[in-house]
Every structure is written in structure tokens, then in C-alpha cells.
């Protein structure tokens, strides 16, 4: 299976950080844009379940309220479990 991009938006540095460290047994490249930050992931897609995992752990476990997620030319949005 051929990797695929997956972009992670975040608006701070600090998150884009967090995102790293939580993806950090996958490929990754951090994008400082005009807007904010952008984490992109090398991932097949086996492993999408498991990435989308860790990166909604990373945003509840660190406060982080809501990222867009791309993939295959559509974006989403994630949000953390702030209860």
C-alpha cells in the first residue's frame, strides 16, 4: 500500500508540538503557515484508525478543543473530549 498525506491544521506552535510527539512513530513534517501550523503524516491506510486514535488522545489529553484533519482532498474536523 502506497502512503497517503494526512494534514493536521493547528492554530499554536505548542499543539503542533504535542501532535509530533504523539504521531511520533510515523513520518512527519511540521508547516509553519500564514494561519497557524500544519502537521503532515505519511500513513497507510491500515494505520489510519490508528493515527486518527492517537491524535484524538493528544487533543483531549492536552486541552486541544478542535483541528482540521485532510485527507483525500476533503477536510474534517476533530474535536476533543473536553468534559
Do not use: F
Request: glycine share 4%.
Amino acid at each position: 500500500m502506497r502512503p497517503q498525506p494526512l494534514k493536521i491544521h493547528l492554530r499554536r506552535q505548542a499543539d503542533a508540538e504535542c501532535v509530533v510527539k504523539a504521531l511520533a512513530e510515523y513520518p512527519v513534517n511540521v508547516l509553519d503557515v500564514s494561519d497557524g501550523w500544519d502537521v503532515d503524516v505519511e500513513i497507510r491506510s491500515r494505520s489510519l484508525g490508528d493515527v486518527l486514535g492517537a491524535l484524538h488522545q493528544c487533543l483531549t489529553d492536552n486541552e486541544i478543543p478542535l483541528v482540521r484533519v485532510a485527507l483525500d482532498g476533503r477536510t474534517y474536523a476533530m474535536e476533543a473530549d473536553l468534559r
